[in-house]
């Protein structure tokens, strides 16, 4: 295998958070006046807990990343054409080489990041080449990124008000029938969730349905 050839479709390495969003894009009080419930609740932690699932669950169907979220992966060699797997993009944190073992700053000017495409792709520019230095070994190129839109919930704009709705539908859901599932996870189970969390998971996944 060499050292530069166009990235696959297949994820070789999952996606770490490194910084985790400050807020979740509903609020545990949106939550309950949806669920009318009383501000007084003695369940605050519980649905709190439900609320992050509920988000995180979208954001593994969808890689649509609505609020922002710092990431880090890792790959074995270098790609002319690199696609990250998280969307929208927001800034580029590192893009580093493994160096007789220490990671190294790749030079910004061999290469520049289109996010015209729903997924961000670093793209090596026409005529330019990436370092030949860089160490055989697994895991020698490292990628730290920021994806996602907002920081705080009430800097959502009206046309993301579909995924809270979807967020609020699958919160509703699990509160509704919490203690009701058995330990597997299969597509039967996937179809009894709501069908506004569905249609917003369909609307913002940009492979293949993943709830069919």
Known sequence: MGLF??????RSYVYDIT???VELPITLEEV???????SDTNEDAVISIMIASAYNLFVEATDFI???TGYRVYADCFYNIKKLYKYPFS???SYKYLKEGVFTDVDSSLYYIDTASSAPVIILKAGASYPTD?????QSIL?????????????????????????????AFLYENRGDCDSSFSSSAISLL??????VVGKYNKNLMWFL
């Open 5 to 10: 050839k166009i990235d696959s479709e297949l």
């Open 19 to 21: 910084d985790s969003p």
């Open 32 to 38: 309950k006046e949806f669920l009318k419930l009383s």
């Open 66 to 68: 609505l609020m922002k």
């Open 91 to 93: 800034s580029l944190s």
């Open 134 to 138: 860089v160490d055989v070994i697994s």
């Open 143 to 171: 990628i730290e990124f920021v994806a996602g839109k907002f920081e705080a919930a009430v800097e959502i704009t009206s046309n993301y008000f579909d995924i809270k709705l979807g967020l609020l539908a699958l919160v």
């Open 194 to 199: 709501p069908e506004a969390f569905k249609l």
